[in-house]
């Protein structure tokens, strides 16, 4: 491997302006899923100083965290569509605020790639592909088969999709442009 130049790394560990954010150094931490969250796909304490240790980084991003239960494709991973989720995922934006770090979290819904056993009641995945991906999901009884089937969509907001919302009325995540404004007020 060839060595950068001085000048190339020096400028590594410079500020940096990314939208509202100022970050100050340009190393970002990409995103890595850990399958690490607590019962109720809760962010633990240990995911806290996880990601405190690399509060360094002019920005962390975290791992996939799902936007509502029938989002989840992959074993205990986190999600952000409770409160038990808001409060672990709280702990884990303070420690790293405590380091002085930034952070941001990725949101997904895997849609497709899901299987039943992650699915509230069972249920096949919800997807707007009918399409079966050719992979194999680590489940809690060990590697399976993705569903056969799936759920078709009838309505971007289907009942289901509806009646989570009402229910989930106060851990409901804000409108982006809301989330923006937050992050620039707050320089997360």
Not at 141 to 158: D, Q, V, Y
Request: hydrophobic share 35%; with cysteine.
């Amino acid at each position: 491997m060839q060595d950068l130049p001085a000048e190339t790394t020096r400028e590594l560990f410079t500020p940096i302006e990314v939208g509202p954010l100022t970050l100050p150094n340009r190393i970002v931490m990409a995103p890595l899923t850990r399958s690490r969250a607590g019962p109720g796909n809760v962010p633990t304490v240990l995911s806290a100083l996880y990601y405190a240790q690399r509060a360094s980084a002019g920005l962390i991003i975290s791992e996939a965290t799902q936007v509502a239960p029938e989002g989840q494709g992959y074993i205990s991973t986190p999600g952000i569509h409770s409160a038990e989720q808001v409060a672990g995922w709280k702990c884990v934006t303070s420690a790293v605020h405590a380091c002085g770090g930034r952070m941001v979290l990725q949101l997904w819904h895997v849609g497709r790639i899901s299987h039943p056993s992650f699915q509230p009641g069972g249920a096949l995945p919800v997807a707007p592909s009918a399409i079966r991906p050719n992979a194999k999901a680590f489940t809690a009884n060990g590697a399976s088969r993705r569903s056969p089937r799936h759920a078709r969509l009838r309505h971007p907001r289907s009942p289901a999709s509806s009646r989570n919302m009402r229910k989930e009325r106060g851990t409901r995540l804000p409108p982006a442009s809301t989330v923006s404004r937050y992050m620039a007020r707050t320089a997360i």
